[in-house]
């Protein structure tokens, strides 16, 4: 019996290796050739992101990332289509070729730039906190000292969460959610404090329920950005500059202040490049 | 395969305490749920009004997805006043969940009770409670072991459903570790292979198990 | 809770039925096949079918889908989500499935293969004949279980993509603040489907009377 699990368990490592062997060896079709033959432009999102990617109560999907890349298509003459993962699927399923750009938008930081190339940013991300509403205990970041907080599982906001909360006094735990929502409403619920997200999706949160919740102001984070992003490789390099192009396009016609506007209630000063990310 | 020793290595106490909460919830979940699932076969059997309610509750734990169980109680709970950490709700459900399996299970063992062992017990003049102490239960015990270890066993992967509700417990720990360091199907791979080996090693321990108790199987 | 909230779920258990029937009917063929090769005679034949259900029994469905989905197009294989959803649900149900067939097998009265052997029927008409619709009788009420044990487990298949009935409800519950009635109203319709499973096996089994053993 042992030796059988021991051959089922090193067949198994061989596999993989196997497997992983197989995908520097495969070789697709540059993106961008591929997105003209097919007339379709793939893209991986998640859809719990409010206000940027999120279903409305009628079951729609919808929000500043469906206007932005309509937009988008409708330049580029193609259609465009939605992978919708949970949040931390999407850089596993951009990698596994799923798609070629992932929405979110995702927080421009060093280690993802090192693997991924973003495309201008299209919004601030820098990270605030919500709260319920009247929570006097907290009137400033450093008040979720000792507290239970919340963030999104894999993402940048929880990973500036953590460096802020260490700089605290006593232990501040941290619990990583799936999905924001979920976050959300363990915080309507008592379970945590307070949630740490972009400043634009808890202010977005905020002025949808404001008689649950509310922004803990200022937001306590470094500056960052968002941005979408594909993959490093030759093949995805075409492709990336002419969204990149059309993107800039939108930024200079307006119509991404326009959609900034709609959608965060304001518009924002983002750099007409990505920039050197300070986390 | 790009995957790090060191990173593992650098990480084990993460690793290592998802694996432990793991093992907790499945050991502990399984006794209670065993518990707790005795309890509702003896209820249906010998309490008459009770049959009814306990089947419906046993049928719609049974019909319906545990992350949906899951769901109802960690989002849904709080809208009734039941405001459950992850872990306590995920340590509940699961005990919810295994429980309707393991009642069926001594629903059928008791159904297997030879009519004629529990007759000799009246003819020898023990009383109900006797009967059920001393003939029902030991012998059911025995026969319903086979089904009750395969249970046991099947019950550990469900645990990595936990995730989905923030329990900290191994697949959540060693997907963040993966997520974190874009290591993704590695630590997949990894995954799988921690849970294929816990399940084969429990699945021998039960095999074992049921070899020493196979010599008290009753004559039928 | 609305009326219009109901029949999104509804319109979503349509893909959740869709995905689960097609992985029941796939994991019955690819069961029985693996059932067949795991009792085969040759041991290297016997061992692979019992590595195979031994993998897909012992690895949680979660990380198998996970697996699938980011694995194939790495290796050349472009399928969409909901085929990644139907290959995980069918190949970790063919392990149930086989599991449930091998006991039946085992269980086959001997005298029934003899009497056939003396009719003059080949072993691939002994196994078609004979073994194969016997042993689906004796297994049919596991067999009916594990498919709603497929049912069920078609509320992970999120995970790659796919927006059913569980995935729905999530969405929904989080832009309505109703989790409590979203939830509860996709868990009915998996009870009301069970239940139409349920009913589906005994049908069958009625069917299938003849085969009494």
Redesign the interface.
Known sequence: ?KR??FC??T???AV??A??G??RA?R?QDALTQMKANGVLRI?TE??FAPFD??????KHVGFNLDLFAALGKDLGVKVTY????F??L???L????FDLVGGPLTITK?RME?YRFLPPVSEGTVALLKRRGDSSITKPADIAGKTVGAG??SAQL?QLRAFTETLPGKTSI?????N??A??DL????IAAVGNSFPNVNYVATQ?PQVFEVVTPPFGKKTYFGYLGRKDADSAPLLDVLQAALLKLRADGRLAGLQKTWIGQSIETPEAVTAPEV | MSFDIGLIWSRMPDILGGFGLTLVIWLVGCLAGIALGFLVAVLRRNVAGLNIPLAAWMEVTRGTPFLIQLFLLYFGGPFIGLSLEPITAGLLGFTLYGAAYFSEIFRAGFAAVPRGHIEAGECLGLSQGQIMRRIIVPEMAVLVLPALVNMIVLLLKETAVLSIITVPELTMMISAIGSENFVFVESLFLLALFYWAMVEIAGWLGRQAEVKLASFRPAT | MTWQLFQLLVTAAGLTVFISAVSIMIALVLGTIVSVVTLSPKPAFALAGRTYISFFRGVPLLVQLLLIYNLLPVMGIDLPGIVAAIIGLSLCTAAFQAENLRGAFASLPRGLVEAAEMAGFSAAQILRRVRVPIAFRLALPALANEAIFTLRASSLVSVVGVVELTRTAQDLASSTFLPLQLFAAAGLLYLLLSWTIAALGHVMERRMRWGRV
């Open positions: 019996m059988r699990l089922t368990l067949g198994a490592t993989a290796g497997m992983s197989f995908s495969a697709a991986g859809t719990a999120f279903i409305d109560p009628s079951g992978t919708l993962l949970p931390e699927g850089l596993p399923g990698e596994a070729r799923r280690a693997r599982k894999a990973a619990r990583e959610y799936v999905g929502n979920e959300y409403a309507a619920a008592g379970r329920r």
